[in-house]
């Protein structure tokens, strides 16, 4: 990962206990199933094949979930509107990888969700020194672009959702 660590002794917590989601109803597979919460959250945290995709921070070898950098309660979703938006907590006020863990955020929406839905990724208020400044980054789709063209950027990107041993 990083060296020269930001947040040296990060608090890690327990992952959360998984709710279990009920099958559709309607079983016609071209019908519009409406996305919630708990169905981000598991994009965002769940398996894929048999490894456990886990976000994992850019410093730590831990979860974003583990170090409650995102939790269930910061995903709000309005399928009728096609609208994400999901607030996450920096370990430190002025975590220098809060631009890459929205990046990582995004990256993993983008790449799971219906291309309908609009995502917003937010720092939570009063989390950061540069809250202002890291939510417009991480909301302009040009600089988001632009630091995907990065091959840097995107290699960091890649190694916090590359899968892992659950």
């Known amino acids: 990962m990083v060296m020269g660590l930001i947040n040296a002794n990060p608090v890690v917590h327990e992952k959360k206990e998984r709710r279990t989601r009920e099958a559709p109803e309607n079983k016609d597979e071209n019908a519009v199933e409406?996305?919630?919460?708990l169905e981000i959250f598991d994009i965002l945290y769940l398996f894929s094949c048999m490894y456990l995709v886990d976000i994992k921070d850019p410093e730590h070898p831990y979860s974003l979930e583990e170090l409650?950098?995102?939790?269930?309660?910061s995903?709000?979703?309005?399928?009728?509107?096609s609208h994400v938006r999901v607030t996450f907590t920096p370990t430190v006020e002025h975590c220098s990888m809060a631009t890459i863990i929205g990046l990582c955020l995004r990256v993993?929406?983008?790449r799971s969700l219906p291309p309908r839905y609009k995502v917003d990724i937010r720092v939570a208020p009063g989390s950061h020194a540069t809250e202002l400044a890291v939510n417009k980054q991480l909301n302009d789709k040009e600089r988001v672009a632009a630091a995907l063209e990065n091959?840097?950027?995107?290699?960091?990107?890649?190694?916090?959702?590359?899968?892992?041993?659950?």
Do not use: F, H
Not at 34 to 37: K, L, N, S
Not at 75 to 81: K, M, T
Not at 151 to 166: Q, R
């Open 34 to 37: 409406p996305i919630d919460q």
């Open 75 to 81: 995903v709000e979703i309005s399928d009728d509107l």
């Open 68 to 73: 409650k950098v995102v939790t269930e309660d």
């Open 151 to 166: 091959s840097n950027l995107l290699d960091i990107v890649e190694e916090c959702l590359s899968p892992t041993l659950g």
């Open 108 to 110: 993993k929406l983008m």
